[in-house]
Each structure stands twice: as structure tokens, then as C-alpha cells.
């Protein structure tokens, strides 16, 4: 007789794996059933009379605390500004998010939050929240055409910013005057319109962009800002974001120019951080890799669409539950059917790894030897699409790595997501520079990676 | 309203992996989850308190779960392992026949093995009697037996 209960539990266990936190708000489940409608109409007979009070005390010096308190970016962290985006909006969001290779998770709902128009153009700026992450969506109307280009950013990002706004793309070139460049010793392509927008917090008046040329004022509304300039000539760009508060309050955030010939962004914030290593771990590992463990999920149940070349064993994880950030390992290179590029077989014991982006995917790949020689980890960072302002650093530690921190130029520290021996997070470009810290099991430092940006 | 929020809080890992084995896809099994409590918080009214609030609540989840299912999509042709993926999905092991289980039993065993549910709560979830999950755990399992001894020959 064949003893099925055990098998039963193993399988299922095996099949679909628990998850180990909460990934969706109880916000959202009220907001599905009409409840927060509800209750926001109960609160608006409250509303009228705070107001009252508040605008009151704003004239006060307690004004500027209260406005902090129920102000900043609040909006953004309970939810989406703006009111939901008419359908055709919707649909063309859909279908861009169902060809991606990784797709926002959850259906996110797309919300309209602002339009400039210039030149006849029309540059709309859409939102939206997938798990813990918000993005911003900007789409132009003109005969140039630009395809949509998303940024997101995560709301314990929002949480931990102290700033009145947050940019999330800057200098984010539609059209162009002139001949295209061709070859690098042709003279640059000038484009036509750039763009620079981010979220801004509730009590922000005025947003003006510093560039090159002078500044000017961007369009606030529903908590974000779009900026659109015409640059005119070569080596024009923004620089930097300005912020009002109707405190008073003022913001400047730098902006990291990715484009040829421009120098790295020199915040000039401090290093901050433990810096000195106190244990040396040489030749880690990472075991349930060796022991090829189904950690994480199967490509297939990731539902990614990849082709080339076949590693026997590869798995997509997710370090942070609240993010949609997925990295894959493999034994193999993978490289996406987006690419198009033949794989390089480098023999069955590499240990490959690589961020899935909506674009592709594609691998880099050492031997577990070589990786962690000399170091519990190996780190990577950078940026993907034109103007990001949000960068994203990647990696994988070994065994002995049992957390890793964050700290900030700003002086804000923080714990980063840590899972199956990866990770990934975020960190908005003005707050560099950025130290990363990895420590064992015993609190003991055995990592520090100072990461300056470009 | 607050003990369905604390079940929310505390059981949606349990919630998720009993939709995701029903619907087949994680993220249509958290959306699942999410409507099946905003339905809940709907009509929360009408919960009379003859059994648990969680049974009541599992009820729900399961309801929503199997509107969620829907047909896998075809594989597309000339794509090794199909369409979502080079690895070949290893259909090896119980899983096959588990799903080829009927509903009903398919369920009772979500519950009895993700959410640890008891008989009665089991009972309650699917709308049928304690006497009736006994049995058909019991199918569930003989049928997998059977399953299984006809695999291993």
C-alpha cells in the first residue's frame, strides 16, 4: 500500500510554494468593495471642517508641521492620484504590458494625472501602483511619435525621502531637429522636446527645472509634475528640479545627465557607513544552487518567454515580495528572445545571473569560484532607458551573508530585501553616494561596496 | 470588519496558495483573493455567525478561485516547452493526477494541506457535511493511490 498523505503534502508544498508576506494592501481590498468611497464620504463633512482649522493654523507657525504631517507623499502611498484613465488609455497600457517579457504584476489600473500641451503636442502623464512599487507612464501625441516610457519607483523609497519632489526621469529626449547621428563622429542629434517629470509631494505649489538655458516652470497636478522643454541646441539639458511647499519650504534635486560627454552627477553628499570590513570571507558559496533546490519559480511557472540555448537548471526569484523586480540564475546563459542573440554555452557549472527587465533578459555568467573568491558577493548597478533617475543595484551574495544595508549620502539607512542569496533595490540618484554593507550572522561586517554613480 | 482584516493580514500567504492551485497563476490568484474579501467586506452584514468567520471568509476565496480558472492557453508551435518558457515543465510526480482529481476533492485536499483547515472548516468552506470531507479526502487519496500504483507499474 502506498502511503499517499506525505506525498500529497510534498507535492503540493512542491507545486506552489508559500508566499512569505503580504504583497497586496487592505487598502486595495476596500477600495474593490466601495468601502473607501464610502468612508470618503463620511470624512468629507469631517473634511470641510479640518480644512477650516487647518487653513487656520497654516497661518500659524504650527502650520508648516501639520501640512508635513498630512501632506508629503501620502497620496502616493496609500494609493494613485488622479482619476482613473479613460478606457482606450487603459487598453493601450494593457496590451504594451501583456507583449512585455515581464509584466507588471496584478493588472495595475492606470490613472490620469496630467497633460502639457506644446506645439500642438500633447505629453500626458499617467500613474499607477503594481505591489509596493508606483510608476509613471508618460505618453506623447505628436507626429514625432515616442513609444510610452515608464519609471517607478517604491514607496518605501517615498517613505524614506525627505524631499518635497522626487524626480523619476529627466532629459527624456522626444524628437529630434536636425539629421539623426549615424556614426559617432557625426555631430550629436539636438532633440526636440525634453522631458523631466517625478512625484511631487501634496504640499508643493511650484515646480521649475533648472537647465542649461534658464528655468521654467513645470506643470503640478495630482501630486506629480511634467516638465517639457525645447532644448534648441546641443548640450542643453536639465539639471536641476525645484520645489515650493506652501509653507515655503524649498527642494533642489540634481539631475544625473546620462547622455554622451556628460560628467557623473557629484551630489556632494558624504559617504556614510561603516567602511572598514571586519572578517574576511573568501570562497563562498551558495548551496542551494550547487544542491540545484527549486527555490523561487521555474521559468515556465514565471511565465517568461525566453528562447536560446536550454540550461538544465535556472530559477526566477524575487528578493522583495513588494516589489515586481525578478532576477533569474541559471546554470547556463539565458538570453532573451527580445535580443536575438545566440547564447554562449560556457559549459554546465557557470553560475549565470541576470535582471528580467520588461525588455529582455540576459545573463552574465562566472563560476561560483570565481565570483566569490575574495568576497561574499558581487554587486552590480546601473540604470536601463534614457533618463532614469531611479537606479537599481543587483547582486548575489553568498551563505555568509545573512543582511545587508543601505546607507545614503543623506544619512538614511536602511535594511535592503534579501532572498535566496539575492537581492535588488533601488536608489533614487541624488542620494548618492551609497555605501552597501553585508554582514553574518554574528553582526560582523564582511562586505562594503561604495557605490559613487555615474 | 477588523477580525476580517486580521484574517487578511495573518492568513493571505495560505489564502494565495490555495487560489493559486485552483486558478493556476499566481497573479490572478491574488486578484482572486482580493475580490473574493472585498466581496466578503461587501457583504459582511450577512455573515450570521453559525460557523467561523474564517470558514465563511475560505468559502468565499475558494468561490472566487474557480470564477478566476480559466482554460490554459494554447502552446504555441515551434517553441520548445511552449510558450512561456525554454524548460521543459517536468509533469512528473503526483501533480498530474491531482489535477486530474474532481473539484470537490481537489479543494477539500487545498484546504486540508496550504490552509491546514480543519473537517469542520473544510465542511464549511465547501458547503457540505464534516462526514462528507472525511469521504472525500478519503477518494482524493484512494484515487491517488490508485494513480500512482498503476505509474509505478
Wanted: aromatic share 8%; glycine share 10%.
Amino acid at each position: 500500500m502506498i502511503e499517499v498523505e506525505p506525498l500529497v503534502r510534498e507535492e503540493l508544498a512542491r507545486r506552489v510554494p508559500r508566499m512569505e508576506s503580504e504583497p497586496v494592501p487592505w487598502q486595495e481590498v476596500l477600495r474593490r468593495s466601495g468601502e473607501l468611497s464610502r468612508r470618503r464620504r463620511r470624512r468629507i463633512a469631517t473634511g470641510v471642517v479640518f480644512a477650516v482649522v487647518l487653513g487656520a493654523l497654516a497661518t500659524g507657525p504650527l502650520g508648516g508641521a501639520v501640512v508635513r504631517v498630512a501632506g508629503g507623499f501620502s497620496d502616493w502611498l496609500f494609493g494613485t492620484p488622479g482619476k482613473q484613465a479613460s478606457r482606450q488609455a487603459q487598453r493601450m497600457f494593457e496590451a504594451a504590458n501583456n507583449r512585455s517579457l515581464s509584466p507588471f504584476p496584478g493588472h495595475p489600473r492606470l490613472h490620469e494625472l496630467l497633460h502639457v500641451t506644446l506645439d500642438e503636442r500633447r505629453f500626458s502623464l499617467y500613474g499607477f501602483e503594481t505591489r509596493q512599487v508606483v510608476c509613471l507612464r508618460v505618453a506623447v501625441r505628436a507626429p514625432e511619435g515616442a513609444g510610452p516610457q515608464a519609471a517607478c519607483v517604491s514607496r518605501a523609497d517615498l517613505r524614506r525621502s525627505g524631499d518635497l519632489v522626487l524626480p523619476v526621469k529627466a532629459n527624456l529626449s522626444v524628437g529630434q531637429l536636425g539629421r539623426m547621428q549615424t556614426t559617432p563622429t557625426e555631430p550629436r542629434t539636438i532633440p526636440k522636446y525634453l522631458l523631466t517629470f517625478g512625484i511631487a509631494a501634496a504640499e508643493v505649489t511650484r515646480v521649475t527645472v533648472e537647465s542649461d538655458d534658464g528655468t521654467s516652470a513645470a506643470v503640478v497636478r495630482n501630486r506629480a509634475f511634467l516638465h517639457v522643454f525645447r532644448p534648441g541646441r546641443r548640450g542643453n539639458w536639465a539639471r536641476r528640479v525645484l520645489a515650493r511647499a506652501a509653507d515655503g519650504r524649498k527642494t533642489a534635486v540634481p539631475i544625473s545627465v546620462q547622455a554622451s560627454g556628460q560628467a557623473p552627477l557629484h551630489t556632494g553628499l558624504p559617504v556614510r557607513g561603516p567602511s572598514r570590513v571586519e572578517r574576511t570571507v573568501r570562497n563562498g558559496t551558495i548551496r542551494w544552487f550547487v544542491r540545484r533546490e527549486q527555490r523561487g519559480l521555474s521559468v515556465a511557472e514565471a511565465r517568461l518567454r525566453i528562447s536560446h540555448c536550454c540550461p538544465s537548471f535556472a530559477r526566477v526569484l524575487e528578493p522583495d515580495p513588494q516589489d515586481f523586480l525578478r532576477l533569474v540564475v541559471a546554470n547556463r546563459s539565458i538570453i532573451s528572445r527580445a535580443f536575438q542573440v545566440a547564447a554562449v554555452p560556457k559549459g554546465e557549472h557557470q553560475l549565470c545571473f541576470g535582471q528580467v527587465t520588461h525588455g529582455g533578459v540576459a545573463t552574465g555568467c562566472r563560476t561560483i569560484e570565481e565570483r566569490f573568491r575574495d568576497r561574499p558577493w558581487d554587486l552590480s548597478w546601473g540604470f536601463s532607458g534614457g533618463g532614469q533617475q531611479i537606479w537599481l543595484v543587483d547582486g548575489l551574495v553568498s551563505d555568509d551573508v545573512t543582511r545587508i544595508e543601505v546607507f545614503l549620502g543623506t544619512g538614511v539607512h536602511w535594511q535592503a530585501p534579501l532572498r535566496d542569496n539575492a537581492t535588488i533595490f533601488r536608489i533614487p540618484r541624488a542620494k548618492f553616494p551609497a555605501r552597501v554593507v553585508a554582514y553574518d550572522r554574528d553582526g560582523r561586517v564582511i562586505g562594503v561596496q561604495t557605490i559613487r554613480g555615474g | 470588519m477588523k477580525e476580517i482584516e486580521s484574517l487578511y493580514r495573518s492568513r493571505f500567504p495560505h489564502f494565495v496558495q490555495v487560489a493559486t492551485a485552483i486558478v493556476g497563476d499566481p497573479d490572478l490568484a491574488v486578484e482572486a483573493v482580493q475580490d473574493a474579501f472585498a466581496g466578503v467586506v461587501r457583504s459582511r452584514r450577512t455573515f450570521r455567525g453559525e460557523g467561523s468567520m474564517e470558514a465563511w471568509i475560505w468559502r468565499a476565496v475558494v468561490n472566487a478561485s474557480y470564477r478566476a480558472r480559466r482554460v490554459p492557453e494554447a502552446t504555441a508551435a515551434g517553441e520548445p516547452g511552449g510558450a512561456n518558457g525554454y524548460e521543459r515543465v517536468e509533469e512528473v510526480g503526483l501533480w498530474p493526477h491531482i489535477a486530474l482529481l474532481p473539484d470537490r476533492q481537489r479543494a477539500a485536499l487545498f484546504l486540508r494541506y496550504y490552509a491546514d483547515l480543519d473537517y469542520r472548516s473544510i465542511a464549511e468552506a465547501l458547503g457540505i457535511e464534516v462526514g462528507t470531507v472525511s469521504a472525500t479526502l478519503s477518494a482524493a487519496h484512494t484515487s491517488l493511490r490508485r494513480s500512482l500504483g498503476k505509474a509505478r507499474r
